[in-house]
């Protein structure tokens, strides 16, 4: 039973591999392919193209690993091995999670209203409240590696290390403390996020509030945006709850011995990055059309080819 068990659940998370692959290779490609043609790429854009981008990446880190912890013996896992694997997960990660809430903060700038010239000051220098975020970042990302490979070192120089530099069998008492840096850095952007939809909900309340007193139940364009931007929120709260949670399943069950439990972790950390993004292609206009045209093209292409055969 584990290993039917164990054998959908590979096949799942191939399937989010490829899907994450396609997904973020598509944005990041259609973006890519309208700055060259406008010259003058939107802030909107910019963030989106890095987010598929770094969102391509931890689908491959997590691929990675997936073959480094699942698939092969602890024997071949070295002190290098795992100071790379927490680094480049570190990395891929930190950036996937902060321009997603650089999103959100962008959303809420550029919607919200609000009368306070706190607010009115950072709505004016939007872009520039954008990239200060991504750069103080780096402090906590810093501070993330630098605690995650001081862990490794001093967890490997507890056990002994034969003359292959590779560790012993006892990789399977890989120690938590060493995840938990990465599951507390975890809660700082969803935090930022979380803070950024609730005051788009203030200012939608507020503004439905005032327009009460002009209009009788019509919508006006703010409150639609008000809407959507909440909308593409909510879904990027609720999948990234699920990728949290998932996070904290593989911190208190992480053992290579229950590899269906470390291997169901997996598959479900590698929704957000992965499912998320082809959701959100959806959910975008301008992306939804460009992949309708695209698959109009692969169909018409096939049918051309089809007509071509003998």
Not at 30 to 53: E, M
Not at 69 to 95: D, E, G, Y
Not at 288 to 297: A, F, H
Request: with cysteine; hydrophobic share 55%.
């Amino acid at each position: 039973m584990a290993a039917i068990l164990q054998s959908i659940l590979n096949i799942i998370f191939i399937v989010e591999f490829f899907i994450g692959n396609l997904g973020n290779g598509f944005i990041a490609l259609v973006n890519c392919v309208d700055s060259v043609k406008r010259r003058k790429t939107p802030s909107v854009d910019k963030i989106l193209t890095a987010l598929a981008i770094s969102r391509f990446s931890v689908v491959w880190v997590l691929f990675l690993d997936w073959l480094l912890v699942i698939k092969s013996s602890p024997l071949l896992i070295t002190r290098n091995t795992l100071r790379m694997t927490q680094i480049a997960w570190n990395i891929c990660n930190h950036f996937s999670l902060w321009l997603t809430t650089s999103l959100s903060i962008f959303y809420f700038l550029k919607i919200a209203i609000f009368s306070n010239a706190l607010f009115l000051y950072l709505k004016w220098r939007i872009k520039r409240v954008v990239v200060m975020t991504l750069l103080l970042s780096l402090v906590l990302l810093f501070l993330n590696m630098f605690l995650a490979i001081k862990h490794i070192d001093v967890w490997v120089d507890g056990y002994k290390i034969n003359t292959s530099n590779s560790l012993s069998s006892s990789f399977v008492e890989f120690p938590k403390f060493i995840l938990l840096p990465s599951l507390m850095f975890t809660l700082i952007p969803f935090g930022v996020s979380l803070i950024a939809f609730l005051l788009l909900i203030i200012s939608l309340w507020k503004h439905i509030r005032k327009m009460q007193y002009y209009t009788k139940g019509c919508k006006d364009i703010s409150t639609l945006a008000h809407i959507t931007a909440l909308q593409t929120v909510v879904v990027f709260l609720l999948f990234y709850m699920t990728f949290f949670l998932s996070l904290v399943l593989e911190f208190w069950m992480f053992d290579i011995e229950k590899s269906v439990i470390l291997l169901f972790a997996r598959v479900i950390i590698t929704i957000f990055p992965s499912i998320h993004s082809c959701v959100f292609i959806l959910g975008h206009s301008k992306l939804r059309q460009d992949l309708l045209s695209v698959l109009w093209q692969l169909r018409y292409w096939c049918k051309h080819m089809g007509t071509l055969d003998p």
